[in-house]
């Protein structure tokens, strides 16, 4: 199911995600999570069809839940688990 959620209208920029203050990329896997605005984001460098560096993919739920817990929702979630299983490298909780 897709979310109805516009990118627009977020109070965060997921592009802006993982934030790094250094200009560096992460190495891909790495995971960052945010709270903010009400939201829980996890961040994580690289992406299962994107090579381009600095290609990220974002993860969020619109509720504030531990790291933890959006971690295990995003497993759960059968598209988003699809998603990590696709990745070409692996993802460092």
């Known amino acids: 199911m897709r979310s109805m959620i516009k990118f627009?209208?977020?109070p965060f920029n997921p592009e802006a995600l993982p934030?790094?203050?250094?200009g560096k990329f992460f190495p891909?896997?790495?995971t960052r999570f945010y709270h903010a605005?009400?939201?829980t984001i996890c961040a994580i460098e690289g992406s299962c069809t994107d090579k381009r560096p600095g290609s990220k993919s974002i993860f969020f739920?619109?509720?504030?839940?531990?790291d933890a817990?959006?971690?295990s929702i995003i497993v759960e979630v059968?598209?988003?688990?699809?998603?990590?299983?696709?990745?070409?490298?692996?993802?460092?909780?």
């Open 8 to 10: 627009g209208n977020l």
């Open 19 to 22: 934030y790094n203050s250094t």
């Open 28 to 30: 891909l896997g790495t």
């Open 37 to 39: 605005f009400g939201f």
């Open 61 to 66: 739920v619109e509720e504030l839940v531990t």
């Open 69 to 71: 817990e959006l971690k």
């Open 78 to 93: 059968p598209v988003a688990k699809s998603i990590l299983d696709k990745m070409p490298f692996e993802v460092n909780w």
